[in-house]
Every structure is written in C-alpha cells, then in structure tokens.
C-alpha cells in the first residue's frame, strides 16, 4: 500500500518520512546535482532546494516528499532512524548497466 497523509507517507506497507539532511545527504552519496534529482523525482529544483535547507522535515508537500524518497530509494538508497532519533542513509549501489 502506498499513499501520502500529511508529513507522512506510506511506502511498501510501513509508515515513513524524510528530513532534510537526509535528502541533502543522499543527493551527496549520489553525486546528484539539484537539477539530476528534480529530473529523476519531477520535483523543482526550488523546492529541492527549500526542503535540503531544514535540518527536520521539509515543510514541503507530501506528494513532494514522496516524489525525493521514490527517486533516492530507486537509486539506491536507504532512509534510516525517524526524524527524531538518529535520522540517516545507507547507500546500497546500484548496478549503472
């Protein structure tokens, strides 16, 4: 079951969000500028750029929120803790074949 509800989404059956340094540091772990994940999520580059800036939960939409995490998820990447304890990422590389 997958959808979006606020600040929150669900994605594969389980509740999860995702904060700004995650994102930011998932872009980094990625080598992805800006404009290479507002292509890969169909989010704009402002609003990228407007949720990295928050250390916590982007104030963004949920749809938007959604959108980073499918694309980063899609690459390779592993969100990790809550946005209240230990937030992080795991990176899980993907083959480029």
Avoid: C
């Avoid at 949920?62 to 694309?71: C, D, F, I, T």
Wanted: charged share 20%; hydrophobic share 35%; glycine share 8%.
């Amino acid at each position: 079951m997958n959808g979006s509800y606020g600040l929150f989404s669900i994605m594969n059956g389980h509740l999860s969000t995702v904060t700004g340094v995650q994102i930011r540091s998932a872009r980094y772990a990625l080598r992805w500028s800006v404009k290479d994940l507002a292509q890969r999520s169909r989010v704009s580059s402002s609003t990228i750029k407007r949720a990295e800036l928050e250390d916590g939960v982007p104030s963004t939409t949920s749809a938007n929120l959604a959108a980073l995490q499918e694309a980063l998820e899609a690459a390779g990447i592993e969100f990790i803790g809550s946005p209240d304890d230990a937030p992080g990422i795991r990176i899980h590389p993907r083959s480029t074949n």
